[in-house]
């Protein structure tokens, strides 16, 4: 299953114009950036195919549509997140306020979660033969949303798992266990075509699933929970939500029943404190484990002590904030936000160092280099380095075609490694202005990297140092960056993969991803080691300080904890 985006919008802006609505159409249109999506000409083209009229537009204005105002309400809820113009006109232009619904029970992302639904349907409906026998579709490419809705491309797919069906055999029981090896491997090999991409639930071998007794899900969080991250020193666990808060579970004395700290996120108004109704989107413990900075969608940062109370706000930000890091000496926090400045702030007084106004986009990601210098990227497709006390960039990288999601420097602070939407991975140095490697593989979008903790400059000097990548493409790639190549292609995962984590020592890797499952991988084999499927997609994993504990954030609102101890 693919849902991107754009296909949502723009089947959304296709709704709105055939319904009639043609002022929120036009707001949403601008607002959603739907001219700027390949969808475009297509749908121009099926516009004029049908004849649309002026009367059709203004018969949305005049009627009440009160045969689908259960439909109209769910596009109200989607476009009111993000989309606050094209809600405001849309609301006032298909009267939903004279509808009988009761906009409360309706949950949040309802259109999207009907889309899904659809969207599986399809899927399954592809893999039943006339006569109700069931098709083989492990070979089935993902569907687009907009590919599900044409009948013609429903028909090409059908045809084509018929034939892979005729051309496969069944492998033997022997057989299967070197076809998983060769998928968690990355080989080019039949088996791997075939299994990348199925729908179906994996199947994990029975020593390699993480039974529910080693497995302690925390519940607490009303919304999606974006991030998670363990205590340096012990077993306290904090994560970040859209429910406006940020939460500390305490898995030191009861790891089965953890207690649980709430940390509201709120802002003055009126002269009193008022929950801001923002998501939590960055969290990171200081290096001796005994403040927590979290950064939000109100624009403030906020430090924490480790017993829940609110030490410092950090206030000069002028709107969401993206990312916020700790110095390793505990000084200094750095931020990034929509305003398009990264920030340095004192973590003592809570005032701002410096101010870095150089992005001419929203900066998405930033991280230290040393205690006073650090790397920042943007939508801009520009990566700076700045220092402390200087009043323009060290050195500007430039080389990605699309936005630059994340940064991140290697152990040494000697490389820094960039991913972006242009699904490249690129390497640069301070020594020259070009990247060192442009590392071309993943065939969507990349959304994050992470350095293994090996190699110079860490405790494990004599192992390789390597870089993971996580990718909408579904799968994740090991690279030796000092050869320049992919070493393991980890294929397991059906869905976008959004956060990947090394053990401690570097011998493991933990992957989370939308298909709601948590994998751990060998890092020298690319063998799969352990599998937990969870209750909603994962967002984020994380390793405790001792690498025999991972934590896993999902869109459910849960915590996930997995106990890897034997």
Known sequence: MSISSDEVNFLVYRYLQESGFSHSAFTFGIESHISQSNKLTFMVLLFISVGFSHS????????????????TFMV??????????????????????????????????????????????????????????????????????????????????????????A????????????????????????????????TEPMEVDGGIEIPPNKATVLRGHESEVFICAWNPKNDLLASGSGDSTARIWNLNDSPSSPNQLVLRHCIREGGQEVPSNKDVTSLDWNSDGSLLATGSYDGYARIWSTD???VTTLG?????????????????????????????WDAHSGD??????????PALDVDWQSNVSFASCSTDQCIHVCKLGVEKPIKT????????????????????????????????????????????????????????????????????????SASFDSTVRLWDVERGICIHTLTRHQEPVYSVAFSPDGKHLASGSFDKCVHIW????????????????????CWNSRGDKVGASASDGSVCVLDLRK
């Open 56 to 71: 059709a537009f203004t018969f949305g204005i005049e009627s009440h549509i009160s045969q689908s105002n259960k439909l």
């Open 76 to 165: 109200l809820l989607f476009i009111s997140v993000g989309f606050s113009h094209s809600a405001f006109t849309f609301g006032i232009e298909s009267h939903i306020s004279q509808s009988n619904i009761n906009g409360a029970l309706v949950p949040p992302a309802a259109l999207i979660s009907i889309i899904q639904k659809g969207l599986q349907y399809v899927e399954a409906e592809i893999s039943i033969n006339e006569d109700g026998s069931v098709i083989d579709n492990r070979g089935l490419e993902s569907l687009s949303l907009v590919d599900a809705v044409m009948p013609d491309v429903i028909s090409s797919k059908k045809a084509e798992i018929k034939a892979q069906a």
């Open 167 to 198: 051309l496969v055999v069944a492998p033997q029981q022997n057989d299967t266990t070197k076809v998983e090896a060769a998928n968690a491997n990355g080989d080019d090999t039949i088996g791997n075509s075939i299994q990348a991409n199925h």
């Open 308 to 310: 829940g109370q609110q």
């Open 316 to 344: 000069q930000h002028k709107g969401p904030i993206f990312a916020l890091k700790w110095n390793k000496k505990g000084n200094y926090i750095l931020s990034a936000g929509v305003d398009k400045t990264t920030i340095i």
């Open 352 to 361: 701002w160092k410096q101010q870095f106004p150089f992005h001419s986009a």
């Open 397 to 468: 990288f430039q080389g990605h075609t699309n936005e630059v999601n994340a940064i991140k420097w290697d152990p040494s602070g000697t490389l820094l490694a960039s991913c972006s939407d242009d699904m490249t991975l690129k390497i640069w140095s301070m020594k020259q202005d070009s990247c060192i490697h442009d590392l071309q593989a993943h065939n969507k979008e990349i959304y994050t990297i992470k350095w293994s903790p090996t190699g110079p400059s860490t405790d494990f000097p004599n192992q390789s140092l390597m870089l993971a």
């Open 522 to 541: 060998s890092t020298q084999t690319g063998s799969l080691v352990h599998s937990y499927r969870g209750t909603g997609g994962i967002f984020e994993v």
